[in-house]
Every structure is written in structure tokens, then in C-alpha cells.
């Protein structure tokens, strides 16, 4: 999916007159018709991007999979998920991926859950859904920390962001992180 279809996307969610508009959550069509749209700007976006796993990181997933706009009554948020979140947004333009995100219904239910899970408005308006996360078994990175199901052994998200380094600043001949950040 390009940028273009993104945003394409999001922009059919502001129509009233959209099917899907009758099972939007209040508060997501509140931000809709005040023109707060799910999906960043990406030529104005002023933090480095910080991408989260929605099922299994920010949700628990024990019920597993009922499709892309169900999200299971069990699932609860993992704890110290949403603390980290509300940290993470002061230093990070934080996109949530997601297999469900791929689908405006899949987005809605990501919204929802995590209103209905106690996300303030006004830190969830700072979160991006992304769509585009695209179906693996697993996703190898350069830059991903991985997940272990504890939220307090990742470190708090200020030190993420001064003293993360991919495996290649290890490498003899690198360039200095320096150069690195300043690109």
C-alpha cells in the first residue's frame, strides 16, 4: 500500500454518509469530524518513529484470533503497556501496526478497545493506526527490540531513544552514531 492509499483510506472514514460510520465508537467520530485523522503526516513528523504490535504487545491475545474488528471481551491490556504508551508519546510519533489494522474495521476495533480500556483521548489522538503490517510468521529487523510480555523490562522510553543501536553500530567501520541520528 502506498502513502497515497493510506491516506486515502483515512479520509473515507470523515464521510458520514461511509457504512462503516453507524459503528464508529463516539469519541473516533467526535476526532473525525474535528479532522484528527487515524494516520500521520509523514513529510511533518518532528519525533523519530516508534512502531508497537497491537496483539500480544499492547493487548494480551490470550483469546486469539476472531478476526481483524473483534477484539475478545478477555483481552486485556498487558500490564504497563498503556504507562509506557503515555511516556513513549512525549519523546516518539508512535504508530500501533497490526494485522487488524489493515482493515478501517480492524482500526475502529483497535480505537475502541483501547478507549474502553481506559487510553485517554487526548494520548490516543497522538497514536497512529497504521495499516500495511504485512502477515508473517515473524518479522526480522534491524531495529526492533523484542518483546518478552514484560512491559517493565524494556527500558523506559527516553533511554530507548538515546541508547538503542542497531547490531551494525558494533561493527568495525561504522559510522558514528552521530552521523547516524543526524540523518
Same mark, same amino acid.
Given at each position: 500500500?502506498?502513502?497515497?492509499?493510506?491516506?486515502?483510506?483515512?479520509?473515507?472514514?470523515?464521510?458520514?454518509?461511509?457504512?462503516?460510520?453507524?459503528?464508529?465508537?463516539?469519541?473516533?467520530?467526535?476526532?473525525?469530524?474535528?479532522?484528527?485523522?487515524?494516520?500521520?503526516?509523514?513529510? #511533518?513528523?518532528?519525533?523519530?518513529?516508534?512502531?508497537?504490535?497491537?496483539?500480544?504487545?499492547?493487548?494480551?491475545?490470550?483469546?486469539?484470533?476472531?478476526?481483524?474488528?473483534?477484539?475478545?471481551?478477555? @483481552?486485556?491490556?498487558?500490564?504497563?503497556?498503556?504507562?509506557?504508551?503515555?511516556?513513549?508519546?512525549?519523546?516518539?510519533?508512535?504508530?500501533?501496526?497490526?494485522?487488524?489494522?489493515?482493515?478501517?474495521?480492524?482500526?475502529?476495533? #483497535?480505537?475502541?478497545?483501547?478507549?474502553?480500556?481506559?487510553?485517554? !483521548?487526548?494520548?490516543?489522538?497522538?497514536?497512529?493506526? %497504521?495499516?500495511?503490517?504485512?502477515?508473517?510468521?515473524?518479522?526480522?529487523?534491524?531495529?526492533?527490540?523484542?518483546?518478552?510480555? @514484560?512491559?517493565?523490562? !524494556?527500558?523506559?522510553?527516553?533511554?530507548? !531513544?538515546?541508547?538503542?543501536?542497531?547490531?551494525?553500530?558494533?561493527?568495525?567501520?561504522?559510522?558514528?552514531? %552521530?552521523?547516524?541520528?543526524?540523518?
Amino acid at each position: 500500500m502506498t502513502i497515497a492509499e493510506a491516506f486515502k483510506l483515512a479520509y473515507e472514514l470523515v464521510d458520514p454518509k461511509h457504512p462503516i460510520w453507524p459503528d464508529l465508537h463516539p469519541h473516533l467520530k467526535t476526532a473525525l469530524d474535528m479532522n484528527q485523522h487515524l494516520l500521520p503526516n509523514w513529510r #511533518v513528523m518532528p519525533k523519530p518513529i516508534l512502531t508497537v504490535d497491537f496483539d500480544g504487545v499492547i493487548s494480551t491475545y490470550k483469546a486469539g484470533w476472531y478476526g481483524a474488528h473483534l477484539i475478545h471481551p478477555d @483481552d486485556a491490556p498487558v500490564p504497563g503497556a498503556f504507562h509506557f504508551l503515555r511516556e513513549a508519546v512525549k519523546h516518539f510519533t508512535v504508530l500501533i501496526f497490526s494485522s487488524r489494522t489493515n482493515t478501517r474495521q480492524g482500526r475502529i476495533a #483497535v480505537h475502541n478497545w483501547m478507549l474502553d480500556h481506559g487510553m485517554p !483521548l487526548e494520548i490516543l489522538r497522538q497514536f497512529h493506526l %497504521q495499516p500495511g503490517k504485512p502477515s508473517a510468521f515473524a518479522m526480522i529487523d534491524d531495529r526492533a527490540i523484542s518483546f518478552q510480555g @514484560d512491559w517493565n523490562a !524494556l527500558p523506559d522510553p527516553a533511554s530507548l !531513544l538515546s541508547g538503542f543501536k542497531p547490531w551494525y553500530y558494533h561493527s568495525p567501520g561504522w559510522r558514528s552514531a %552521530q552521523t547516524e541520528t543526524k540523518l
